[in-house]
């Protein structure tokens, strides 16, 4: 059984899995909740393809969106108010925000304080240089998940199977065209993620 501790809770009594689904159920929209079972389920099989511990793998999924109970127009006055730094792009896209928001209620709301779950959770929207095993692997399922359709998103999930790392430079690959064809800034963390892997695998090929 899954577990994590929760704040303000006597250790000896933990919230499972479901506890959290069901607290994340009460705070979302319907579809939102939806998508984030779909990205918890795809995450783990992810992790069992990859070999990956699963614990923190299935929390930092279920709950990469539970930022998302604070509406995207109405984020960055909420970052504000919590004292949460919002950088130039978030302020101007501010649907990037509710990454920053569910690492705040993911810690005030349903208690959790590893470290490597909450950057997961930070960096699933834009992803990162230096992601985390975990952190890609629910980047991935985000993308991947069954309510996902895009051209080439087949290909995509069969790769995310076979190679986390070539999985996520064509999901960063994809992401950056989509942005430039909608006239969109693209996050500085999205181009170290794709510069770094990108060198790594010119690096491979020498």
Do not use: W
């Amino acid at each position: 059984m899954l577990t994590i501790y929760i704040k303000g809770r006597d250790e000896a009594e933990m919230m499972t899995i479901d506890e959290m689904k069901q607290l994340l159920q009460a705070s979302l929209p319907p579809k939102r909740y939806k998508h984030s079972v779909h990205v918890y389920e795809t995450a783990l099989e992810l992790a069992k393809s990859h070999k990956l511990p699963e614990e923190k793998i299935a929390i930092c999924a279920l709950l990469h969106d539970c930022g998302r109970e604070v509406a995207s127009k109405e984020s960055a006055a909420k970052a504000d108010a919590l004292g949460i730094a919002i950088d130039d792009v978030e302020r101007n896209q501010p649907i990037l925000l509710h990454a920053k928001l569910g690492v705040y209620y993911a810690q005030t709301k349903y208690g959790v304080t590893d470290k490597e779950i909450l950057e997961g959770i930070s960096q699933h929207t834009t992803g990162a240089a230096h992601m985390t095993d975990l952190a890609k692997v629910v980047f991935l399922a985000d993308m991947i998940e069954p309510g996902r359709d895009f051209s080439g998103i087949e290909d995509l999930r069969k790769l995310a199977h076979k190679s986390l790392d070539k999985a996520m430079l064509k999901a960063y690959s994809n992401t950056i065209e989509y942005l430039l064809a909608g006239g969109q800034l693209i996050h500085p963390h999205c181009i170290d993620g794709y510069n770094e892997l990108m060198l790594a695998q010119k690096s491979d090929n020498k």
